[in-house]
């Protein structure tokens, strides 16, 4: 079951807004009014129930956790100094990775080996570079849009680029969680086009359903997913492909007879 106020509030507030009532969802759904407002009064629906709600207003889930977060904050790319900044400081990109992901200042120091004056002092930092608030009580409020893209070829990825690939795949994948397929076919342009599109709308669905989880606390655990799409031949095979020597032209059947 999803169980959030936060969640059930926004969609409260969409259906009002578009006019949606309950009786027209429960008669969308196949149920009855009673049904609809009993979800919503305990504020718990299953995955498959919000989304055919979700259906009727005409949404999807990653619109509603945007909404449910309220406008996304800050830029969609940090800058050049806030990426240096956490490249040179292992421990601050943990802490800031941690923050984007809805830890608490609390939650973090039960769970991870960092004690309050190192915490307090990561936190500070982050303040300063503009990457997060932070204000009393140890309250902390992330600034940047949380799915933000790390510069190509930025200090970030120059710093940890290598090692992540190396570690994500360290891994036999054949866990109940896990998958890696490989496949290689081909395409036309334009459909490896429609591919990508494809690609850029999973990962769109990986943030939703990070978005939707966080009200669970310690109940997520750390997920990655790698999505990639490019023109690509293996080299065993080009090296079967005939290639011109240099300066010399390429021979042309003649088109005229051969005498006899």
Not at 67 to 80: F, K, M
Request: overall charge positive.
């Amino acid at each position: 079951m999803i169980e959030t106020g936060r969640l059930v509030g926004s969609l409260k507030q969409c259906l009002k807004a578009k006019g949606i009532t309950y009786a027209r969802v429960a008669t969308a759904l196949g149920i009855s009014e009673a049904s609809v407002k009993r979800s919503f009064s305990r504020g718990s629906f299953t995955l498959e129930r919000l989304v055919e709600v979700l259906a009727v207003a005409e949404m999807d889930l990653y619109e509603l956790a945007r909404i449910s977060r309220g406008p996304a904050p800050g830029p969609t790319r940090l800058s050049l100094d806030q990426e240096s900044a956490l490249a040179e400081d292992e421990r601050l990109l943990s802490v800031f990775w941690l923050l984007l992901n809805d830890w608490t200042f609390e939650a973090i120091l039960a769970g991870y080996a960092i004690s309050r004056a190192e915490l307090t002092a990561a936190c500070a930092r982050l303040d300063r570079l503009k990457l997060v608030d932070y204000g009393l009580r140890n309250r902390v409020t992330v600034r940047v849009a949380r799915d933000f893209e790390w510069r190509p070829a930025g200090p970030v990825k120059r710093a940890y680029g290598n090692r992540v690939m190396h570690e994500f795949l360290h891994s036999r994948f054949d866990g109940t969680a896990e998958t890696l397929r490989f496949e290689t076919r081909e395409m036309s342009l334009e459909s490896a086009a429609l591919l990508r599109r494809r690609a850029e709308r999973l990962v769109s669905e990986f943030n939703e359903l990070a978005e939707l989880d966080t009200a669970l606390g310690d109940r997520r655990t750390g997920v990655a997913m790698l999505v990639a799409t490019r023109p690509w031949r293996f080299s065993v095979v080009n090296a079967l492909k005939r290639r011109q020597e240099p300066g010399r032209a390429r021979t042309q059947p003649s088109r005229r007879a051969s005498k006899p």
